[in-house]
C-alpha cells in the first residue's frame, strides 16, 4: 500500500502543478494507485487474482466481495487505459481526464482503506 500511496500523492502533485503538469503521469499513477490497492484490498482477502493491469477483470473479484463496487466499473474501464497507453507517444490527456482519473483513484483508495481499516 506505501507504493499506491506513492502513486496517489504522484498524481495529485502532477494535477496541481502550475509551472509544466504532466497530466499524462498524472493519469498513469492515478491508474497505479488502484491496481494496487484493489490488488492490496484482494489479498488482504485472500482472494488470488491475476497479474493484469486490467481494472475491470480485478473489479469482478472485488463486486464478489461488496457488490457496492460494480458502480465504479464505468470509471474503472476509463482508468485502465492510462496503464499502459499513455506511456507512448500518440496517446495525451489533458487536465479534464487526469481529474477524472484522480478522482476515481481517490474513491477506489477511500473505498480500499475503509475495507482495510485504514485511516484516511
Not at 495529485?12 to 509544466?20: D, V, Y
Not at 487536465?95 to 482503506?113: D, I, M, P, Q
Request: proline content about 5%; glycine content about 4%.
Amino acid at each position: 500500500m506505501s507504493k499506491a500511496e506513492g502513486d496517489f500523492v504522484t498524481a495529485s502533485r502532477e494535477l496541481r502543478a502550475r509551472k509544466s503538469p504532466n497530466y499524462d503521469a498524472a493519469c498513469f499513477h492515478a491508474q497505479q494507485c488502484a491496481e494496487k490497492y484493489i490488488k492490496a484490498l484482494l489479498h488482504a482477502s485472500a482472494v488470488p487474482f491475476p497479474k493484469t493491469h486490467d481494472l475491470e477483470a480485478l473489479l469482478g473479484q472485488v463486486v464478489a466481495m461488496d457488490p457496492s463496487w460494480e458502480m465504479l466499473r464505468p470509471d474503472l474501464e476509463a482508468l485502465t487505459t492510462h496503464a499502459v497507453a499513455v506511456r507512448y507517444p500518440g496517446w495525451s490527456t489533458n487536465r479534464a481526464v487526469a481529474r477524472g482519473a484522480l478522482a476515481t483513484a481517490r474513491e477506489v483508495r477511500r473505498r480500499a482503506r475503509l475495507h482495510l481499516r485504514l485511516r484516511g
